[in-house]
């Protein structure tokens, strides 16, 4: 069965430091993947989506970025943190023949 | 362009009473429709998923939802509200399988009372 880990699970970060948020996905291969922010467990923005590796789109212009260096890897960065980035963000994987997203547990991130 | 509305911020209803959470979407064709809950400090998990076919869907923990292709509607019903329910439900449009982004609504908390 496919499983998806999402790590740190929480973490706390001083405003101008970096930043990486892993996800790998187990049990599938090539899957679509996905990184949201959820603000205020409130409603989800996407942030990045990948359909392949070293393929990114972007959907939202800011300090963060992403990488998928191998097929089931998703990695979220960024450089220089600001107190906006604060909130909880969600790796998803979607099968291609189902089309529902599975998520991970999140990541709490809390910028000082 | 795709959207998906939710359009209470919050439902309360008598633990034992039916349920219902509302959800509207704009999309062009024919959609993919899903219901996800989350739970505090958990991922979303996947509830149930209108394809095609019967317009009543069946998903998990007796939840079930309705799709109205003349209304644009998939609401979210249960007969017999449990106050386990209590959680954060979205409801998520995909123009199909292989498109690429999932539109997701704002959300809906349930509170059941006992």
């Known amino acids: 069965s496919q499983t998806i880990h999402q790590w740190p699970a929480t973490l706390v970060q001083p405003v101008g430091s970096p930043l990486s948020l892993e996800c790998t996905v187990e049990g599938t291969s090539n899957p679509n993947l996905y990184w949201y922010r959820q603000a205020a467990g409130r409603g989800l923005q996407l942030l990045f989506y990948?359909?392949?590796?070293?393929?990114i789109s972007s959907e939202v212009p800011q300090n963060l970025s992403a990488s998928r260096p191998q097929d089931r890897q998703f990695i979220l960065s960024s450089k220089k943190l600001l107190l906006s980035d604060s909130g909880f963000y969600l790796c998803a994987w979607k099968g291609r023949v189902t089309g529902e997203l599975f998520f991970g547990e999140g990541s709490r991130l809390t910028v000082l | 362009a795709q959207s998906v509305a939710q359009p209470e911020d919050q439902v309360n209803v008598a633990e034992g009473n039916p349920l219902t959470v509302k959800c509207t979407y704009s999309?062009?064709?024919?959609?993919?429709l899903f219901w996800y809950v989350q739970y505090p400090n958990r991922g979303l998990q996947f509830l149930l998923k209108y394809i095609t076919g019967d317009n009543l869907v069946k998903g998990s923990y007796g939840f079930e939802a309705e799709f109205n292709k003349s209304q644009t509607s998939f609401h979210l019903k249960k007969p017999s509200a449990l106050v386990s329910d209590s959680a954060l439900y979205f409801c998520a449009v995909s123009p199909d399988s292989s498109a690429s982004k999932i539109i997701f609504g704002s959300g809906t908390r349930l509170s059941i009372r006992p």
């Open positions: 990948s359909v392949g590796i070293g393929q």
């Open positions: 999309v062009s064709g024919n959609p993919y």
